[in-house]
């Protein structure tokens, strides 16, 4: 009852304060020098095909390889038919107005670059409720997997791992597989490069990470909504390097690499992590709804 109440305040009170961003003193006008922007890039790459080929051709340049992907949109369908999404679960597809393609997209997308089998040490790391890691440990038998989130208690405690993502408590070279999805972008101050160079210590050679949507862009750009901060007393870190966009989303923080973050902040500070990215060809094709442009896989080299 008092939830029914005090959230649509809540609602109220966010929409207002974000209406008030463009004269609002506790809200940053300037950012690292340039003028603070306002909606999500993604949107801007998504109306332009063409930014996503330009950026794949710098990331090259890198030396990193750029490949193309396209999704088995009949075993993606498949897979929803095969696994037992609870209702909880942005609806369990049963809500249109959900999130649940895209979600259960790159779930599914995820077992096509990594060969489970009863062995398979697998965490998915910032997974929040998602059940993920209990399907593949059904559907492939896996003896061994984890979920990760800042949500549980700090520490180990059966298949749940609490605190910081670069803080994984689990042996040196012990994990074969991981997973990100929609997780990475969230990682603020230098959480992103702590956490690659945690996949170094507890990935065995040849294990993979994979991050997906791995979210670059044009531009370095990181993501706030300003409301929604202020609001939940929160004051995230904001690289200078980067260009601040405000976003009325709901969401503390949101970054997206271009070469340059991407080669300093993770390429350099984890050498033992071998990067391939995948550009996704027919995401469209799933869902118009959804937006799994990239794909990272970062492996340990042997």
Not at 128 to 154: H, M, N, W
Not at 169 to 187: G, K, N
Request: glycine fraction near 6%; include cysteine; charge should be negative.
């Amino acid at each position: 009852m008092v939830k029914q109440l005090v959230y649509p305040l809540y609602k109220w009170s966010h929409k207002t304060l974000f209406q008030t961003r463009n004269y609002n003193p506790f809200f940053r006008k300037i950012h690292g020098g340039k003028p603070v922007l306002e909606g999500h890039i993604s949107a801007e790459h998504l109306a332009n095909p063409q930014l996503d080929q330009e950026l794949a051709e710098a990331i090259q340049q890198l030396g990193v390889s750029v490949l193309s992907h396209k999704i088995d949109v009949q075993a993606y369908d498949q897979y929803i038919k095969d696994t037992q999404y609870p209702d909880s679960y942005y609806g369990g597809g049963l809500d249109p107005a959900s999130n649940f393609v895209e979600k259960t997209l790159e779930h599914y997308v995820s077992t096509e670059f990594i060969e489970f089998g009863p062995e398979t040490v697998f965490v998915d790391i910032a997974a929040c409720t998602s059940p993920f890691y209990q399907i593949v440990r059904k559907r492939y038998g896996c003896k061994e997997t984890y979920q990760q989130d800042l949500i549980f208690a700090k520490g180990l405690h059966g298949d749940k791992i609490g605190g910081w993502a670069h803080e994984l408590v689990l042996p040196d070279q012990h994990v074969d597989a991981i997973t990100l999805h929609c997780s990475l972008e969230h990682f603020e101050d230098n959480s992103d490069t702590l956490f690659f160079q945690e996949l170094e210590r507890v990935l065995k050679p040849g294990g993979k990470a994979i991050i997906l949507p791995f979210y670059l862009a044009k531009e370095y750009t990181i993501h706030v909504d300003p409301a929604y901060n202020l609001l939940k007393f929160h004051r995230p870190s904001i690289d200078p390097k980067a260009t601040l966009r405000y976003c009325d989303w709901s969401q503390f923080f949101s970054r997206h690499y271009d070469q340059h973050a991407l080669q300093e902040r993770i390429l350099q500070a984890a050498p033992q992590l071998s990067l391939t990215l995948y550009k996704v060809e027919n995401f469209l094709e799933v869902d118009p709804r959804c937006y799994l442009r990239f794909i990272g896989v970062f492996e340990k080299k042997s």
